[in-house]
């Protein structure tokens, strides 16, 4: 790889050479370029990009839904659910469904999310604080 001027001399030593005089940094004053093989610069940026792509983590963000009056067992399972979802690294949204009556008693859905927090205490970081929304109380957490 040479990098050279953009002129007809060097479009002739490329070819000559069998390879592409490529614009490197065309803003540049004059213009800068590279002899070297296009396909195999196209090549091994296409595998920089793959390789950036292995190691990024992608993280989603995962759904437990519950109602306010959940028994212990129901709770626990959830729960369960919860920290495996944690452990992998990805976001949980814990959402409260009021039914009917049971959106006088929204103390109750709070009591659960509450609850929920303590249990997983120092592990996770609350990302959005219970909050209603119409007929549903959530919460976001994240690993920390």
Not at 51 to 80: C, F, L, N, W
């Amino acid at each position: 790889m040479i990098g050279v001027k953009p002129t007809q001399e060097a479009i002739d030593i490329a070819a000559d050479h069998g390879l592409d005089l490529v614009e490197v940094s065309p803003n540049a004053e004059p213009p800068v370029c590279k002899i070297l093989d296009y396909g195999k610069y196209k090549y091994e940026e296409q595998k920089k990009r793959n390789e950036a792509k292995k190691k990024q983590k992608v993280v989603s963000i995962k759904e437990i839904k519950m109602r306010p009056g959940i028994d212990t067992h129901d709770y626990e399972t959830k729960m369960k659910a919860a920290r495996k979802f944690l452990d992998h690294g990805d976001k949980v949204k814990v959402t409260i469904r009021f039914r009917g009556r049971e959106m006088a008693h929204q103390d109750l859905g709070l009591k659960v999310l509450e609850r929920m927090r303590e249990e997983l205490g120092e592990t996770i970081k609350v990302e959005q604080m219970p909050k209603s929304e119409g007929r549903m109380m959530t919460m976001v957490v994240s690993p920390k």
